[in-house]
Every structure is written in structure tokens, then in C-alpha cells.
């Protein structure tokens, strides 16, 4: 009875506190269950409130678009760091430099943004469908006949980290690389829309392999005991990071640089890596293969940055379109 | 024509150009200002400090490319919506099963887009449960993705606007003129050819201006915003209950004034079904979001929501009651007026039971499309409230896929419920 009363007491007290501070609001294109989880240990740490948006990043884009004489968003968390260099250049991004930042790797913090986390773009098998001695060791395996029409990947025009795999791939394999996704189209590669929708042919065996996805969400569907494996070809695969940052012109700045510490902290860290993202914080134990473990390949974000619309488009006219004509 | 009598006769009304004068101020508000607030932004760019959203796209070719795709597309599901609606409401009128029926049209025109195409990925392809069947899943793999698949796809949810539409008109047919055809010696196709359609020209018209409206409307938005798809579920199916359901009796309302008042506030009421609802959601954002107009407690609070629902749909209402008036002999008003009627009493004894069952055809469509509207809800939801759309997208999108489909599941028999009551309380009514 006592102890009921108590945990009421210190639950009206935490509202009150919470009623007192001016929330916080938080627009990210990361998983909700981060977020969220995010948002209340940092309530509870700190008695903020903290409004959450979780959408897409194309949501979360022109949400932001459309709010920019009058900004309501405080702290932004994109799935792509092209896309948060760019915002950054178009001067939507406060030049908040968290005193945790210095903890993060080495290249995960520049300017305004701070990776939150990171995930890599690997090839995903249904392994009901493929033979361990069939998992291709490199990006160009899959050119075997064993693989034709059995593939699918993300439409860089729908999904940001797909994008990011093509620049970064591009950056590093040159035309090498485009030929490769173009016999691949040829071969009957499909490019059936955004993450879920390259993945999900694959979870149901139609399709024997996805690449390019993020590895992060088949993580988790693994341990939910889902028949997919994640594997990274020995060439070196790209890292999407995901960067953290302040809006300019933010309502709440105080509580909005609060929250970004927070989730730089070790505590927020070990919730990144609790949903099998890559934390950014060195020295959180990652749950799930880390850069070093596998191939990254290098990447010059800046050059991302400039390049990735231009790619995109060239995807969309050279590999889509002719994915449509042969059909 | 009953207005333009109106204006005509000096004799009574307090003063009715003011009201009608109101309601366009009121629409040219709620319905130009967001739209201004759009352009302005797309001309003003720099002054503005932000890149438009939708500038760069609507340059890039490819848009163009798209837009053409849609009008073919747009132009092909209109005319198979007007030809299964108008078959199914023939067949469905006097039919012992007509109730079923409007039941059973709603069902299409409740489940959310991207639930039906998740469905079809589901039963076609090699794996597929067609397949799984016996049946050739490839080939109707490619039969579906094809330009005549996917028209007939949309024109199964795009058929109910016409079909409603002319069920309303059926109900209100002067049965005289058939009579007098049939005691003539019209054969039932003559009745059907030379009488029966004719009357139904303007219903038809309206269902399916509305069908192609919201066709093109709703195929541009993946090509800006891209298509990809916590909190309880519940509150989320409230949510978007007493929305729809607030969007619906304020748009009977409204509707149906507007299309009364004349020809300006008709015109006001049907702007936005015609305007892609991206651009309306971005629209609203700029204009309630603006210095002037962020203390008010629209943009941040549910009100957003419930006045985007109502503002986007409204046309259904408006369109469906003029569709009605057209079909309308005006001599019962001008009997009325004649015999002393004030406008009012006009309205309330005379119009309003004639135009009953199409306004509430039209608010009917309202809450329905509202029950699962996604584009604009995504960008206008305050950050923590949900609507069923946005939170079916969500579990989607987190790889829920089983949380999702149960909650679509849920929604699409709450929405049919309440539907279906609706159909009854209006059947009882129009009886």
C-alpha cells in the first residue's frame, strides 16, 4: 500500500516536472521503437518531455520544408548523411557541436551533425532458398546464372540509405560498379520500390536474395526467428550513417542540445545498439557485426552529397527504365 | 437556376446575399489561401529562404513523363469507374439486395490503397497464393502490373463515387416521365436509353469527374513523397473515427450551402479535389503554420487534420448535391416561393428532402476516405497522434507486418460498420 502510494507520489512529481518543462520535439526517419525509447529515458533522466515524429525521410523532409518560415522541430535524426549534409548547406542545421561528439568514431561527427548510429547495405538471402555454399562472396558472384531473376534491391529514388549505397559504391567501383547493376538489371534484377518492398519478395521465397538493404531491421527479424541471413561481400559494402542534428531556429534549443548529448551519451548508445544499429559512441558494445568485422568501404560524404541526385536520376534512366522495357 | 430565381424576386429574405457572401469569404480562406500560400512559396523561394518542394520536381522531366502515364491512367479509370458504378447501381436499384450492395461498394473504397496493392503482391508472382493454387501467378503478375490491370485495380476503388452518385439520382427519378414512356409503348431498353440515362447524365458526371480527380490526385503523391510505408492502435482507431466523423457532418453542412449559394461558392468547394493532396497538405502547413497564424491552435492540434479531411472531401458533398439539383425539376421551389415560402422554409420543406440522400451519399464518401487518408495526415499529424493510416504505415514500416495487416483488418470493418449504419439510417430516411 505504502509502496503504491509512493510510486504514485514520484509518478505525480515526474508529471509535474514534465508539465513544468517545455518539451522538446524530435523529427526522425529512424526506427519508432528507438525513438520512443529514446524520448522516455530521457524524460526520465531529465524530466523534458519530448514529442516525437517518426516518418519516412521524405515525410520528415517536407515536413520541414513546409514549416521553414516558423520552425517546430528541435532535434532531427536522418537515415542518410547526404541528406543531412544537404539540409546542413540549405542552412536548415544549427551549429551544435555536442561535448559528446568527441566520443563518437573517428569521421562520424563534421559540422552540425553527429552520427547517432550507422547500419551497412549488405545482400539478404532467404537461406530456406539458398545453401550456405551458395552465399556469393563477392558483388560480382551474383552475376551467375544461379542468380538471374532471383534478385531484388531498393529504389535509391524511394530509399535514402539505397542512395547512399549507390554514391558510395560508385565512389569506389567507378563504372565497374554501374555495369555490375546493369547486367544485374538484365539478369532480371527487380527494383520493386523503397526497404520493404525489395525485402519482402525475398521473405516470402519468391525472390532468393535482396541487395542493398539495411541490415539492421533483418537483424532483428532474424532473432524474431525469420529464415534470412546477412552477408557482406569481401570487396566492402557502404555504411549509411545516420546523422543528429539541431534545427536552426529550433523552439527549444536548450532542451533539444540536451536531448542530442543524451542520446550520444553511453546510455543513449546502448539503446542504438539495442535495435542492431552500429553505435556511434566508440566503447558501447555493438550487438551485430561492427566496421573491421566486415569491409566498409571508404567513403567521401561531401562528394555524396554532390553527387547522389545526379546518380539517382542515372539509375532511374539506365537501370529502372530498362528493368520496364524488357518487362 | 433556383438561385438565379432567387435573385430574381425582391419579395422576402432578410438578406441572403450575405450569407452567401460569408460562405465565400469563408471558402476563398480555407480553400485559396493554403493554395496562394504554395505558389507564393514556389515564386518566392529565395525571399523565403527555403528550396519549394516541389519546384525542382515539377521541372524535372520526368514529372512530366509521369504526369502523361497519369492522365492515360487517370482517363482509363474513369471510364471503367463510370461504367462499373453506373452497372452496379443499375442492377442494385430496386433490387432486394440493393442494401447489400451499397455494403458491399464501400468495402473498396474503405481499404487503403496500399493495403490492396500489399494484398495483390501477395496472391500474384510465383509464390504467391494464386500460385500456391494452381493458377499461372507470373502471368497474372504481368497482367496486373500492366496499364489495363492497374486502371481496373483503381477503378474497383474509384467505382463508388459514380455508383453512389447514381444511386442517390435513381432514388429521385421522376417516375412520371417513365410511366409516361412505358404507357407510350417504350420497350424497357427505350425507357432505359431515351429516359432513365439522360436523367442520369449530370450524377455521372460528377462521379466521374470526382473518380479521375482523385485518380490523378492520389497516383502523382508516391512520385514527390516517396512511397514507403508504439503507440496503441486503439487510440489511433479513435482518432481517426471522431476525425471523419467530425469531417463528415461539418461537410454536409457546408456542402450543401455551397453548392445552394451558386455558382462562385460551387466552384470554391470543388477546388481541392483537383489539387493533388500533397499540395494541399504542403499548402496548409505554409498557411497555418505562418507567423500570423501559429498561435492559433490549428496547425500542432487535431483541428489540422479535421479541416483538411473536410476541406479536400468537400467536393464530394457539393458535387453530389449539384448533381441532384440539376436533376431536379425546379417548379416544387418555384410552387413554393409562389405560394409565399420564405427561402428558409424553401429550404427546410421543399430542397432539403429532395437533396437529402445525395448530400448524404457525399458525406458518407467523406468519412469513409477520411477513415484512411494517408498522404496529407502523415505531414499534418501532431508528432504524438496517430490516425489508422499512419500507424498501419508505421508497423510497416518497422517490419511489423502481422501488426499492420490486424490493424488494417480492424479499420476496414470499423469503417464498414459504420458505413453500413450510415446506408441504413439514409435508406430509412430517403424511404
Given amino acids: 500500500m505504502i509502496r503504491k502510494l509512493a510510486a504514485l507520489l514520484l509518478t505525480a512529481v515526474l508529471l509535474g516536472a514534465a508539465l513544468a518543462q517545455k518539451p522538446v520535439t524530435f523529427y526522425t526517419a529512424g526506427p519508432a521503437g528507438l525513438a520512443n525509447g529514446l524520448a522516455t529515458a530521457f524524460t526520465a533522466a531529465t524530466g523534458i518531455p519530448v514529442e516525437v515524429y517518426q516518418a519516412t525521410s521524405g515525410d520528415v523532409l517536407a515536413r520541414l520544408e513546409a514549416e521553414r518560415t516558423n520552425p517546430r522541430a528541435d532535434v532531427i535524426v536522418l537515415a542518410s548523411w547526404g541528406e543531412g549534409i544537404d539540409l546542413e548547406r540549405r542552412g536548415f542545421v544549427a551549429q551544435y557541436v555536442s561535448p559528446e561528439a568527441e566520443f563518437v568514431q573517428p569521421g562520424w561527427s563534421e559540422g552540425g551533425l553527429t552520427a547517432q548510429g550507422g547500419a551497412a547495405l549488405a545482400i539478404i538471402v532467404n537461406t530456406l532458398e539458398v545453401s550456405e555454399d551458395e552465399y556469393p562472396k563477392s558483388w560480382f558472384d551474383l552475376l551467375g546464372p544461379e542468380w538471374a531473376g532471383a534478385i531484388t534491391m531498393p529504389d535509391p529514388g524511394l530509399s535514402g540509405s539505397a542512395a547512399e549505397f549507390l554514391a558510395i559504391f560508385h565512389q569506389n567501383f567507378g563504372e565497374r560498379g554501374w555495369e555490375l547493376l546493369a547486367d544485374l538489371a538484365e539478369a532480371g534484377m527487380a527494383v520493386p520500390g523503397p526497404n520493404n518492398a525489395a525485402l519482402n519478395p525475398v521473405l516470402t521465397g519468391e525472390r532468393r536474395a535482396t541487395i542493398a538493404a539495411v541490415d539492421y531491421i533483418s537483424f532483428n527479424s532474424i532473432a524474431a526467428g525469420v529464415a534470412l541471413a546477412i552477408l557482406y561481400p569481401e570487396e566492402g559494402t557502404a555504411v549509411a550513417l545516420r546523422p543528429v542534428m539541431l534545427q536552426d531556429g529550433a523552439p527549444n534549443p536548450e532542451g533539444g542540445q540536451a536531448f542530442i548529448d543524451f542520446m550520444l551519451s553511453a546510455e543513449g548508445q546502448a539503446l542504438v545498439a539495442g535495435v542492431n544499429m552500429i553505435p556511434a559512441r566508440v566503447g558501447v558494445p555493438a550487438q551485430r557485426p561492427v566496421p573491421g568485422e566486415f569491409v566498409a568501404l571508404p567513403a567521401d560524404n561531401q562528394l555524396v552529397a554532390d553527387t547522389v541526385i545526379d546518380l539517382i536520376e542515372r539509375f532511374r534512366t539506365e537501370i529502372v527504365e530498362g528493368i520496364v522495357q524488357r518487362n | ?431
Fill in chain 2, 1 to 431: 437556376m433556383s438561385t438565379s430565381g432567387a435573385a430574381r424576386s425582391t419579395r422576402f429574405r432578410p438578406s441572403p446575399a450575405l450569407g452567401r457572401y460569408l460562405l465565400i469569404a469563408g471558402l476563398a480562406l480555407l480553400i485559396v489561401y493554403p493554395l496562394v500560400m504554395v505558389v507564393a512559396s514556389v515564386l518566392f523561394a529565395e525571399a523565403w529562404g527555403a528550396r519549394p518542394l516541389s519546384l525542382a520536381d515539377l521541372r524535372a522531366d520526368r514529372v512530366v513523363r509521369a504526369w502523361r502515364n497519369t492522365l492515360v491512367l487517370g482517363g482509363l479509370v474513369t471510364l471503367l469507374s463510370v461504367l462499373f458504378g453506373m452497372a452496379g447501381a443499375l442492377l442494385a436499384h430496386r433490387s432486394r439486395w440493393a442494401r447489400l450492395v451499397d455494403a458491399a461498394m464501400a468495402v473498396p473504397f474503405l481499404t487503403p490503397p496500399f493495403l490492396v496493392s500489399l494484398a495483390w503482391s501477395q496472391i500474384v508472382g510465383s509464390r504467391g497464393y494464386a500460385a500456391r493454387l494452381g493458377l499461372d501467378g507470373l502471368a497474372l503478375q504481368d497482367a496486373l502490373y500492366s496499364v489495363g490491370g492497374m486502371a481496373v485495380l483503381m477503378a474497383t476503388s474509384y467505382a463508388p463515387l459514380v455508383y453512389y452518385a447514381v444511386r442517390a439520382q435513381l432514388a429521385r427519378l421522376p417516375g412520371g416521365l417513365v410511366w409516361a414512356a412505358a404507357i407510350s409503348g417504350a420497350d424497357r431498353l427505350t425507357r432505359l436509353v431515351r429516359v432513365v440515362l439522360p436523367l442520369l447524365v449530370p450524377a455521372v458526371a460528377a462521379g466521374g469527374f470526382l473518380a479521375f480527380a482523385s485518380a490523378i490526385g492520389e497516383y502523382g503523391t508516391p512520385l514527390v513523397i516517396g512511397q514507403r510505408i508504439g503507440d496503441p492502435g486503439l487510440a489511433a482507431l479513435l482518432n481517426s473515427l471522431g476525425l471523419a466523423l467530425g469531417a463528415a457532418a461539418v461537410g454536409l453542412v457546408v456542402g450543401l450551402l455551397a453548392a445552394r449559394a451558386g455558382r462562385v461558392s460551387l466552384l470554391l468547394a470543388s477546388i481541392p479535389v483537383a489539387v493533388p493532396a500533397i499540395t494541399t497538405a504542403v499548402g496548409f502547413i505554409r498557411a497555418w503554420n505562418a507567423p500570423w497564424a501559429a498561435s492559433l491552435p490549428v496547425y500542432g492540434t487535431g483541428t489540422i487534420l479535421l479541416l483538411y479531411y473536410l476541406l479536400q472531401y468537400l467536393p464530394f458533398v457539393a458535387q453530389y448535391v449539384a448533381a441532384g439539383q440539376a436533376g431536379m425539376s425546379t417548379n416544387l421551389e418555384l410552387a413554393a416561393r409562389v405560394h409565399g415560402a420564405t427561402r428558409l422554409r424553401n429550404l427546410a420543406h421543399v430542397a432539403l428532402p429532395l437533396l437529402w440522400p445525395h448530400a448524404l451519399a457525399g458525406a458518407i464518401m467523406i468519412f469513409s476516405i477520411s477513415f484512411r487518408e494517408l498522404v496529407g495526415s502523415v505531414l499534418l499529424r501532431p508528432p504524438s497522434l496517430h490516425t489508422t493510416s499512419t500507424f498501419i504505415i508505421q508497423q510497416f514500416d518497422q517490419g511489423s507486418m502481422v501488426a499492420g495487416t490486424a490493424m488494417g483488418v480492424v479499420a476496414v470493418l470499423a469503417a464498414l460498420l459504420s458505413t453500413v449504419t450510415a446506408w441504413l439510417f439514409a435508406g430509412k430516411n430517403a424511404a
